[in-house]
């Protein structure tokens, strides 16, 4: 009969991912999984081939956290997708919507011991949020709507699936494959109007409230403007969690950058989608008043009330929430302005940042505080890059970066979640620049940039434009700082698990890809290496001296407590 399609089940795959808004995976080729790469090339899908799969999971989670849209990786039969293990657990812990898809051996081959036959379905399962195989072809665009579904509960999160070689290689007619439609809704809760009015009352009697805005707030940013006008309605600071930074408010507004000093005297916190965990001190002093009330806000009604007490808990995403409870405010006052409070507020966050303000203002010494580094380029950012992406890896490095740095949009910033997983810049970097397709400044250290240096290569290749920064301090800095504080007779024999050689001259490995790589041992040149960097048009690397003997003030309560 003529006229009839026939089409294998990477071709479905590719289909059903472009269906679902995909604009590129992130994969290395493998002959098991070459159909759904050749059929994502001709559905016009970007196949961004990496140079480790692990890394991909990391763009493909900056990717997810930077824009709202979940992130897709393709890894082959076992080997690959044992390699993503660390970044779908980096994603979960994170709550980053992901899409992991993985060949296996043919359904026939199982428990036969064939070559690669492992039953990594199981062991997905235990990262993932939801894991399953799929066993029939003209099933695949259904497993890949709820794959997506999943992605993106009220709290996302990475999903799996699995697909045999014999089935992604397998052939069907066309017309006897149906492609779900309309799988998902773009709406997000709205609370209660009872728990909104008290909440809005709670606010309006508030003397010093505080905004918390969690990570996975971005994923229900729908009417995410009511957060702002909230907060300038009622003068209340805001403190945004690393992905939330940006997303709701400019942290040139004060609002937005004096929050986090703020809670310690809050007699009100109101959190949006916030998980109360360790960066929030589990909700507890000194952090967070002890007397302070919460309103708690989160579409997913397992969040409420972790750790800290829900004194009013209203299921419903950031956006909702926030335009409720603003709506009932309005009804029940005028506009009315805190001056004191704010005042009071800015001088909190002052003295909390002031250990850190310390460093960043610190004399010259040679070689330079890595402080100074870090607001070196945070001059730089604010000046000259104030709309290029930012991406934070290391361990003192990415602390102090983190705070040398405003953002200004959504999804100008990521760094690893609260599994503290380095090594996640050169990854992240490139999902910030698949975000936004604009420059990206990596920081990160000197143990870090060698977890995934070859990325670079994957960058040079797929015309990415990345400036990375290395804070070189010619050692596991947090460690060795941390255990120099806590452990010092140990040190001092030469205990310490690990060395790194003396200013290792990473600015040589541009050579390869033909890149821009500068040594800065002079503070005053670093901004213009990074102009340079950035001229060249191509993935750099500026290789910056620091000293190795000031621990952030992060370090020093790690050093000296348990």
């Not at 909440?199 to 905004?211: E, H, R």
């Not at 507004?253 to 005297?265: K, Q, R």
């Not at 200013?503 to 002079?522: A, F, N, S």
Request: glycine residues 10%; negative net charge; hydrophobic residues 40%.
């Amino acid at each position: 009969m003529t006229g009839l399609k026939i089409v294998n089940g990477g071709s479905l795959f590719a289909r059903a991912l472009k269906k679902e808004g995909v604009e590129q995976i992130f994969t290395i080729c493998g002959g098991q999984i070459m159909p759904l790469i050749y059929g994502c090339r001709s559905e016009g899908i970007a196949v961004i081939d990496v140079r480790h799969e692990n890394a991909g999971v990391y763009a493909a989670d900056a990717y997810a956290r930077m824009t709202g849209k979940p992130g897709v990786v393709v890894a082959t039969v076992t080997p690959g997708i044992l390699q993503t293990m660390q970044g779908v657990a980096e994603a979960r812990a994170a709550n980053s919507p992901l899409v992991v898809i993985a060949g296996s051996v043919s359904l026939a081959d199982y428990d036969t011991g064939a070559e690669q036959d492992m039953d990594t379905l199981s062991i997905l399962k235990t990262n993932t949020l939801w894991s399953a195989r799929i066993y029939d072809l003209r099933r695949i665009p259904e497993y890949v709507s709820k794959a997506f579904r999943t992605a993106l509960d009220s709290v996302p999160g990475p999903v799996y699936l699995e697909c045999p070689v014999n089935i992604i290689k397998g052939t069907v007619e066309e017309a006897d494959v149906d492609f779900p439609e309309l799988t998902r809704t773009a709406v997000q809760p709205f609370g209660d109007p009872f728990l909104i009015d008290n909440a809005a009352d709670m606010l309006i009697k508030a003397k010093s409230p505080v905004i918390v805005l969690g990570d996975t707030s971005v994923y229900t940013a729908q009417y995410g403007e009511a957060v702002k006008e909230l907060a300038q309605y009622l003068d209340i600071p805001v403190f945004a969690a690393t992905t939330a930074r940006g997303a709701f408010g400019d942290e040139d507004d004060e609002l937005f950058s004096i929050g986090e000093g703020a809670l310690s005297e809050a007699d009100v916190v109101l959190t949006f989608s916030a998980n109360m965990n360790f960066r929030l001190n589990l909700g507890k002093p000194p952090m967070i008043c002890a007397d302070a009330k919460f309103i708690q806000v989160h579409p997913n009604i397992t969040r409420i009330g972790f750790n800290a007490p829900a004194h009013i808990g209203i299921v419903a995403g950031t956006g909702a929430g926030a335009k409720q409870i603003l709506e009932a405010v309005k009804e029940k006052t005028t506009d009315r302005g805190n001056p004191e409070w704010i005042k009071r507020a800015a001088k909190l966050h002052g003295e909390k940042r002031q250990e850190w303000a310390e460093g960043y203002h610190f004399e010259d010494i040679v070689p330079m505080h890595p402080a100074r580094c870090a607001a070196e380029v945070g001059k730089f950012l604010a000046t000259e890059g104030r709309d290029w992406s930012v991406a934070c890896d290391g361990g003192d490095a990415y602390e102090w970066m983190m705070r040398a740095v405003k953002v200004h949009r959504p999804g100008q910033i990521v760094g690893y979640g609260p599994n503290g997983t380095i090594g996640t810049g050169s990854g992240f970097a490139m999902g910030a620049w698949l975000a936004h397709k604009k420059p990206v400044l990596l920081y990160t250290g000197d143990g870090s940039i060698g977890f995934y240096a070859m990325e670079f290569d994957t960058m040079e290749r797929h015309n990415m434009q990345i400036i990375c920064v290395i804070a070189n301090d010619s050692q596991w800095g947090m460690v060795k700082m941390a255990e120099t504080m806590r452990n010092a007779v140990e040190v001092e024999k030469g205990y310490v698990a690990t060395v790194l050689s003396h200013m290792r001259e990473y600015h040589k490995l541009p050579q390869i890809w033909k890149g821009y790589g500068e040594l800065v041992t002079d503070i005053n040149e670093l901004i213009p290496a990074i102009k340079r960097a950035y001229a060249s048009g191509k993935p750099s690397i500026i290789n910056v001296e620091v000293h190795n003997e000031y621990p952030s003030p992060f370090t020093r309560a790690y050093g000296y407590g348990s």
